[in-house]
């Protein structure tokens, strides 16, 4: 038993005493940061329940039911801060990759704690592969709102399809290295890839001419 | 059909449908630099990225657990994503056109409603069929009222492939409900959906090959590709495989005709 609770109170509280002596974006940046581990605690509450409630082995569970509540738990603060906040473009990816970061470091720190970080590998895995894989997903699925919201069909079918296309890419990384062997090492390499490919879309495709403007 | 050749059928259709998929997004993708408004193409390549996602989720779950059933099908996620994003994708290139499609759209909720009350009475799942029959009714509705809108069929074709769709529902709900029809009336309900969806498809590639109004072609290549997924869920055996087969013919009209739509003049 990691005392979950406990460690997210012992990470949080530097971050927020911080948020008396910055602003503006920063300070932003670190209220998501922040967001995103309270959202992985409740997501680990809500799977722990779910995979209980439906007699669900730990093995399953990831699998089948983390995917879908992780990526929605993600989503409902970026909703939040999109529609209540009224925030820019460029902040709500801003956000996003904050959310996606908390998410990341906290789930990373409550793995270490429980299984040690002796074996370098296994470190790697855990900040090269499931931690790009959560900020790939979220930051996917912010720019997706983002020109939604722009170009007037930020409606349920637009979000939902979104946050379905980052639940089905969560799935499959979390199928694929359930098991040691080859699906293992593709699914390691699945996160990099899908950020690399992204970010070269980014830069082939974006231009001052064109819809989707260099402000992201 | 033997066990064997079912499993190698899903798994050749599942690799050509993602080869497939990634070829139109490999001739979508260029088109990004070539015009303006480049929505509707990330629409579009996020739908076919969803589609690519499920069909690879269900290979590699096929392959790593062959012997177990998913609980809950994160693949069927994927295709939901691909539903609502396709559906987004023309609603948002129909934007503009000024009609209703009230009748159309009747009877696509009726054979939407229909065709999940058959897939809850044949597996009994009935929350997963209702997660993804409702985004899936509501693409279909799109397609049909993308059909009206752009004046793609005459009065005798949306009567023939009205009548042939809710003949084979109802035909399906009779099979279910008198065992002892099933045996011949399952086979006439999918021969009949088959024959509606090759009239669809035929009619989506005479679109492309006679370069009819763009909004026309996608209208018609999006509603194949549409249709051809509720002929696979309603179909079996062989008639589940020709229609997947024409859906992926259907992905590459589709890949075209919105090529074709968003180029610039």
């Not at chain 1, 429980?114 to 590998?121: V, Y």
Request: charged share 10%; aromatic share 12%.
């Amino acid at each position: 038993m990691i005392y979950a609770e406990n460690i997210l109170l012992c990470i949080s509280i530097p971050l927020v005493f911080s948020l008396f002596f910055v602003k503006g974006n920063t300070r932003r940046f670190i209220v998501s940061f922040l967001a995103g581990m309270v959202v992985c605690l409740l997501s680990a509450y809500i799977d722990g329940f779910i995979s209980y409630a439906g007699g669900m082995g730990e093995n399953d569970t990831q699998i089948f039911i983390a995917p879908v509540i992780e990526e929605l738990m993600k989503l409902l603060p970026i909703l939040f801060l999109l529609f209540i906040f009224a925030l820019d473009d460029t902040e709500v990816v801003h956000v996003a990759i904050g959310i996606g970061a908390g998410f990341a470091t906290f789930e990373n720190c409550c793995y270490i704690l429980s299984f040690g970080a002796n074996s370098m590998s296994y470190v790697l895995i855990r900040g090269m592969a499931v931690g790009v894989m959560h900020l790939v997903s979220v930051i996917a699925v912010s720019v997706g709102l983002v020109i939604a919201r722009r170009f007037n069909v930020l409606s349920v079918p637009g979000i939902t399809g979104a946050v379905a296309l980052s639940m089905t890419f969560h799935a499959l990384y979390n199928l694929l290295v359930s098991e040691p062997g080859v699906t293992s090492y593709i699914g390691y390499v699945l996160p990099i890839g899908t950020a690399a490919v992204m970010l070269f879309a980014y830069n082939r495709f974006k231009s001052p001419d064109t819809s989707i403007d260099s402000d992201l | 059909m033997s066990a064997e050749l079912t499993s190698l059928l899903d798994i050749i259709t599942s690799v050509v449908a993602i080869v497939v998929g990634l070829l139109v997004i490999g001739f979508t993708v260029p088109s990004f630099k070539k015009r303006r408004d480049v929505v509707p193409l990330a629409l579009f390549v996020f739908g076919i990225t969803s589609y690519i996602l499920s069909n690879a989720y269900w290979i590699a779950y096929s392959y790593m657990r062959p012997e177990s059933r998913m609980p809950f099908a994160a693949n069927e996620i994927g295709e939901i994503a691909t539903y609502l994003l396709l559906a987004t994708t023309l609603n948002l290139i129909l934007a503009d056109l000024k009609g209703n499609a009230r009748i159309q759209i009747l009877f696509t909720v009726l054979f939407s409603l229909g065709s999940i009350g058959l897939w809850i009475l044949w597996t009994g799942e009935w929350i997963q069929d209702l997660l993804g029959g409702i985004p899936f009714g509501y693409l279909l509705c799109i397609c049909a009222r993308g059909l009206k809108l752009t004046d793609a069929l005459t009065k005798k074709q949306w009567r023939m492939l009205t009548g042939l769709s809710m003949i084979a529902i109802l035909l399906s709900y009779i099979g279910c409900l008198i065992p002892k029809f099933t045996v011949w009336l399952n086979p006439t309900a999918n021969v009949m959906l088959v024959l509606a969806l090759i009239g669809l498809f035929v009619k989506a590639m005479k679109g492309i090959k006679d370069n009819a109004d763009p909004r026309r072609q996608l209208a018609l290549a999006m509603s194949s590709y549409a249709f051809s997924f509720a002929v696979m869920f309603l179909g079996e055996s062989y008639f589940y495989y020709i229609a997947n087969f024409i859906g992926i013919c259907s992905a590459i009209l589709t890949g075209i005709s919105i090529n074709r739509e968003v180029m610039e003049e």
